[in-house]
């Protein structure tokens, strides 16, 4: 022990002494010098102040307040190896020495990457090492006895438990036939829990082998805005998340209808492992055959995918290969078992309340809280749909999902206020008792339903119809494609491009350009503001403006240009803008199946900041883009679609003010025929190798992979509208099938004491409404504001509008026909096992 | 006579909304109960409606943890036993009988009353002789393949009665064993209690509102508001005598 302490005295003293020392290193490389700290600060000193020394640069100025914090770890660093060498108590310099590098860590990580070099994170390491062996040093010997003490203690009871519990011999096969004659007498949950983690199984399958299918034949998965990738997996989370809420749901029944056998064998004297693995055994039964039947199902699914794809595709697709069999295995159990695990935890809690260990949670109708869950509500609908209406906003998920959780508050409140209001009135709550308090009881419960079922309509009404019914109506992609090559040409290699334009056969449209960059919103970067708010430049962090990725590239042209490319397209003398000074015009290249792309809305109404400052502009900084006010904006294809429309949408400058930003880029339009379009595609390529500054694409590979990718996103987003709206259905089913012993018992009774028949029918029809009117209600009217906002954002005109309603109204109809098929088949099955006994009575 | 049950200020509190912080939320439903039970007896536990008796049943055969005091099995301390100690002595050593009667609907009666000796891995043919020996000695062997749902509720307790005794327990648990039956067959029960005790030696702990069930029984704890506010003992063999007390200190409670 005495050995080891001096030696990690040896070695506090040595990083310490290193932490003193280190400022005296190269700190900081500024204007093409190193500094050492101290330097660094007396040269800042020199200038003026940093502020004057850097031209008031943020990284800089946040970076040198904090150089401080070091300087003084490394004063007190020295005092430290003084005192301890001196033989003096110096255990609060120590400690301060540890504080400021914990400080010097937390700013650099936050403020990351701070300006200093990468190993000044060496000393801050250095002192966390020398914390974590003081601690071992000094708590070694205890914690050797501690592991020795437990491990003995374990031993112990290890051996005791053994002798206590030894419990041998195995099951008599009477012990296998009563579980077997439990799951056959229980049938019907065992069939409602497999169908549900079938749904996940089939969805997988289906999802990871149409990936599979279309990996080979799509090329250019960020040219035509995220690809085939992107659409898959957008599928897979939203697929993932619905089988979840099933699996779940259908596990929380099953449990709840396993309980009563469960107290039983509990009571009998079942021991704790064997009903574990009783549970267990069932439920990997279970598992094991919705594996097999989700493949089985996929398989075929799969089969009339491929078909389908090889009369609508001019491609060949391959099949999948078995390792994907595996993955998609491999990722089922994974989900199950994580289903498994989170449920055993209900299972426990459900398991002990039902035997009067833990009190069952009160069903509380809220009171004040419902209104305050109504106003938050109104509060997330009304920013939702200003930000649908918005020009920042559009279709963003984020707009979607606030509003369902603000439609799902404002539910809980009205629905709550309802509940009260009729339990406030005697006269009002007994004549409402019967057909009201099943929901009354199972509130809570009873709401998460009607919410889960209400999201569902809204998704299939809106969220998947509006991408179906996009792509479906989408323009020929011929026409959103009009030119063979687009080429963007800097000045230095216009020369080589003018050469190539020459060739014979080979029409060519050049038009001045200027590359012009725009932000999203969600480019604002929060640590950079921060950096701001350190050196004290409010006015930046005020405006929000940091660049965080490498912004998306738009076309600026002259006026003239655009009326030359509107005469082109459309052989028509277009509508002359009129812009003035520094006004723009925007034209979105796109079809209807995304949004208009709105670039970047985040500041004032009616300006976009850009930067229009050439090919090599500064993109990182946030003065390099000043707000644009914009005069008229519109949807039409003058060059072609370029990243799902997210870039190379036009802008379009007054011709003076074009004329002083002009840097000589050049926008190169061609159209080719027969054997010249390889031979173009060729030279392209060629050139774009020798000069960075030629950036092109063909249309031909833009054609092929739009269309792999529409076609995708309608299989996939049909099918996961056809999953969503069985997955509402089969909600509604889970519940009225588990519950129905209960429900037809109570009317049973009702019947005895003399309710009418008619009165009966009327009851039940009114406990069931709550779960298709609400949802249907409420999700379809949501659906139908977000369609019309979505139009305004796409900027549909009449006929595209009837072409869009035209293939989403019948996805509606069919799903309003099948929930009020499954109300009135429920009411049916319901109604005739109410009276069915009738007859045996008495 | 050697102790088999005593209990030490046993106390047992219920939370609503599991709200153990909240002392509002606090439902003290036992309050310090001491009682010991001693082999061979027949004892019985009345008292008003939400006293605590089906509790204090559920706490004595293990199925409830008790929130303070002590209670001690043939000696042994219940807390420091494993949840797996409590199952087996639950299977092995205590028989269970229920007002709702508790059995699977999915099995046959034979299987009900096999139950416990299935899950105690008996061999199946002891399993089987055992089965048809007690059913025969209390009428229901015709029953055998029979499922619940086809019984009366007089069957269904002999069902429940079997099936607490298959695995030859010394103690048999009733929680109110007559609620549901009419008094021919409450009478037929209580007779084959009292065979149960007298004949074959088992301690039997009932819990009951009828004072004519009661008065089988050699000892009564009253219990009102989680109180023993009196212990009757039977002082011979005359039961009109102690029936005639179980009734005063019902009508005394009751004026309470």
Redesign the interface.
């Known amino acids: 022990m005495k050995r080891l302490g001096k030696i990690y005295q040896i070695i506090s003293v040595l990083i310490y002494t290193f932490i003193a020392a280190a400022i005296w290193l190269p700190w900081i490389a500024y204007a093409g010098q190193a500094y050492h700290l101290p330097g660094y600060i007396l040269e800042a000193g020199k200038n003026g102040g940093i502020v004057e020394m850097t031209g008031g640069d943020p990284e800089l100025v946040a970076s040198y307040y904090i150089f401080f914090v070091p300087l003084l770890s490394a004063v007190l660093a020295l005092i430290y190896v003084i005192g301890s060498l001196a033989g003096k108590k110096v255990g609060l310099v120590y400690r301060m020495v540890q504080w400021c590098e914990f400080l010097y860590t937390a700013a650099a990580v936050i403020l990351f990457p701070l300006v200093p070099m990468g190993w000044t994170y060496l000393p801050p390491v250095l002192c966390l090492a020398e914390f974590v062996l003081k601690q071992y040093v000094e708590q070694r010997d205890e914690i050797r006895k501690d592991a020795r003490a437990r491990e003995e203690r374990d031993r112990l009871e290890r051996e005791e438990r053994k002798r206590r519990l030894y419990f041998p011999g195995r099951y008599s096969s009477s012990y296998y036939k009563m579980i077997w004659k439990n799951v056959r007498y229980h049938i019907r949950n065992y069939v409602m829990l497999i169908a549900s983690s079938v749904f996940l199984m089939l969805f997988l399958f289906l999802v990871f082998a149409l990936r599979s299918a279309f990996l080979g034949i799509h090329s250019a998965e960020a040219a035509t805005g995220g690809g085939t990738q992107k659409v898959l997996l957008n599928a897979v989370w939203m697929g993932l998340l619905l089988n979840a809420v099933l699996m779940g749901l259908s596990f929380s029944y099953y449990i709840r209808n396993k309980m009563r056998e469960e107290n039983i064998l509990a009571v009998l004297g079942i021991r704790s492992r064997s009903l574990r693995s009783m549970m267990l055994m069932e439920y990997a039964g279970c598992l094991v055959c919705s594996g097999i039947i989700g493949i089985i199902l996929g398989n075929l699914v799969f089969g009339i995918i491929l078909r389908v794809i090889a009369r609508e595709l001019p491609v060949s697709v391959q099949g999948m290969p078995a390792g994907t069999y595996l993955m998609v295995c491999g990722i089922f159990t994974a989900a199950a078992l994580t289903a498994a695990m989170v449920n055993s935890h209900v299972y426990d809690h459900m398991r002990w309340s039902a035997s009067g260990l833990i009190a069952p949670k009160k069903n509380r109708i809220p009171g004040v809280s419902g209104w305050i869950c109504g106003a938050l509500g109104c509060v997330c609908t009304v920013w939702s749909l200003a930000q649908m209406m918005g020009r920042s906003g559009g279709e963003s998920e984020d707009a979607q999902a606030v509003y369902l959780l603000g439609l799902i508050l404002v539910l809980l409140c009205v629905c709550s206020a309802q509940i009260r209001r009729i339990k406030g009135e005697d006269g009002r709550y007994y004549q409402n008792i019967f057909d009201k308090f099943p929901f009354l009881t199972g509130f809570g419960q009873n709401m998460k339903k009607v919410y889960l079922l209400t999201v569902t309509a809204f998704l299939v009404m809106y969220t998947l119809s509006s991408v179906y019914g996009g792509n479906v109506s989408a323009q020929a992609l011929e026409g959103q494609f009009p030119y063979d090559f687009v080429c963007m040409a800097g000045k230095g290699a216009d020369e080589k491009l003018q050469e190539l334009s020459g060739q014979p056969g080979l029409k060519t449209e050049r038009y001045p350009m200027t590359t012009v960059y725009s932000l999203m919103p969600e480019n604002i970067s929060l640590v950079n503001s921060m950096k701001d708010i350190f050196a004290l430049d409010y006015k930046s962090v005020a405006g929000g403006r940091q660049v965080m990725a490498e912004p998306p590239v738009q076309i600026g042209i002259p006026e003239s240009a655009y009326l030359e490319l509107k005469r082109a397209r459309s052989g028509d003398e277009g509508e002359v803008i009129g812009l003035s000074g520094e006004e723009i015009a925007v034209v979105y290249q796109e079809d209807v199946s995304a949004r208009a792309h709105l670039l970047d809305w985040s500041g004032a109404a009616d300006t976009l900041n850009l930067q229009t400052a050439g090919p090599k502009a500064e993109l990182w900084s946030y003065r390099a883009y000043t707000p644009r006010k914009v005069v008229r904006e519109e949807r039409a294809v003058l060059t072609g679609i370029y990243n799902g429309g997210e870039e190379q949408n036009l802008v379009v400058f007054s011709d003076e003010y074009f004329e002083e930003i002009y840097q000589g880029e050049q926008l190169y339009l061609f159209c080719a025929s027969g054997r010249d379009y390889e031979y173009i595609e060729d030279s392209l390529f060629a050139l774009s190798k020798q000069a960075e500054e030629i950036r092109y694409y063909s249309s031909k590979v833009m054609i092929q992979d739009t269309e792999t990718e529409r076609f995708l996103k309608q299989v996939v987003w049909l099918f996961m509208m056809i999953m969503t709206g069985v997955c509402g259905i089969y909600l509604i089913l889970i519940k009225f099938c588990f519950e129905m012993d209960e429900i037809v018992a109570r009317y049973r009774f009702l019947d005895c004491m003399g309710m009418h028949e008619k009165t009966i029918k009327k009851a039940l029809r009114r406990e069931m409404l709550p779960f298709f009117l609400i949802p249907l209600t409420a999700g379809g009217l949501s659906a139908v504001v977000f369609t019309l906002l979505m139009f305004r954002v796409r900027m549909y005109n009449g006929a595209e509008i009837l072409g869009y309603i035209r293939y989403v109204l019948p996805v509606w109809g069919t799903y309003w026909l099948a929930q009020g098929a499954v109300y009135l088949a429920l009411k049916e099955a319901l109604t005739g096992r109410i009276f069915s006994t009738r007859g045996g009575l008495g | 006579m050697a102790e088999i049950i005593r209990t030490d200020k046993l106390v047992k509190n219920?939370?609503?909304?599991?709200e153990k912080k909240n002392p509002d939320a606090k439902i003290e439903v036992l309050k310090g109960l001491d009682i010991t039970i001693e082999e061979g007896e027949y004892v019985a536990v009345m008292g008003s409606s939400g006293g605590g008796k089906t509790t204090l049943l559920?706490i004595l055969?293990m199925?409830?943890?008790l929130t303070e005091g002590k209670l001690y099995f043939k000696g042994k301390d219940a807390s420091e036993l494993?949840?797996?100690?409590l199952?087996?002595?639950?299977?092995?050593e205590i028989g269970?009988v229920f007002q709702d009667f508790?059995?699977?609907?999915?099995?046959s009666v034979g299987?009900n009353i096999?139950?416990?000796m299935?899950?105690?891995?008996?061999?199946?043919e002891e399993?089987k002789q055992k089965m048809l020996s007690l059913a025969a000695r209390f009428g229901v062997e015709r029953l055998i393949g029979k499922f619940p749902r086809e019984l009366s509720g007089g069957e269904k307790q002999r069902i429940a009665i079997c099936?607490a005794l298959i695995n030859d327990p010394g103690i048999i648990m009733a929680d109110e064993p007559t609620g549901n039956l009419d008094a021919k067959s409450s009478r037929r029960l209580m007779d084959t209690f009292d065979d149960i005790n007298k004949e074959m030696g088992k301690n039997i702990i009932l819990v009951t509102h009828d004072p004519k069930i009661a008065r089988c029984s050699d000892k009564i704890f009253f219990i009102d508001d989680g109180v023993i506010v009196k212990i009757l003992e039977k002082k011979d063999e005359d039961t009109s005598e102690f029936y005639k007390e179980i009734l005063r200190e019902m009508e005394e409670m009751e004026e309470e």
Do not use: H, T
Request: proline content about 8%.
């Open positions: 219920y939370y609503r909304n599991q559920k055969g199925m409830e943890p494993w949840k797996d100690e199952a087996d002595i639950r299977r092995r269970f508790y059995l699977m609907d999915s099995l299987e096999m139950v416990p299935i899950l105690d891995k008996a061999p199946a399993m099936r």
